[in-house]
């Protein structure tokens, strides 16, 4: 499963950007079927899950965006939205979306990573 992640920029604290996720052309048929994560890598930490939505548009967020960050998706047109408002600086991070499976009890994603998209917010 091949995902392309864009949108990423540099912005001021309080700024907001707004990050799309594309699904490769061949697997257009399923989409709708797959639940997808966006997640984010700081220099130094290990990958996080920010925000996740299942085909049925649930939707879970990370305590540390709750509240400002809000996960979308268009099955049409085969895209995951992250709107991501009242940037701050510890939100810089490479961004990255991935399709994802309930394994155990951990959502766990299965798909090949992508090169992400550059999120930088200056204080």
């Known amino acids: 499963v091949q995902l392309q992640a864009s949108g990423g920029g540099s912005v001021q604290a309080g700024g907001s950007l707004r990050l799309s996720c594309a699904f490769s052309r061949s697997i257009t048929s399923v989409f709708s079927a797959y639940a997808v994560g966006w997640y984010r890598q700081a220099p130094g930490n290990q990958r996080e899950l920010v925000a996740r939505?299942?085909?049925?548009?649930?939707?879970n967020y990370a305590d540390s965006v709750k509240g400002r960050f809000t996960i979308s998706r268009d099955n049409s047109r085969k895209t995951v939205k992250l709107q991501m408002n009242s940037l701050k600086p510890e939100d810089t991070a490479i961004y990255y979306c991935?399709?994802?499976?309930?394994?155990?009890?951990?959502?766990?994603?299965?798909?090949?990573w992508g090169q992400g998209t550059q999120v930088t917010v200056s204080s």
């Open positions: 939505i299942t085909s049925s548009f649930d939707t």
């Open positions: 991935n399709p994802i499976k309930m394994v155990g009890s951990t959502w766990t994603p299965f798909g090949a």
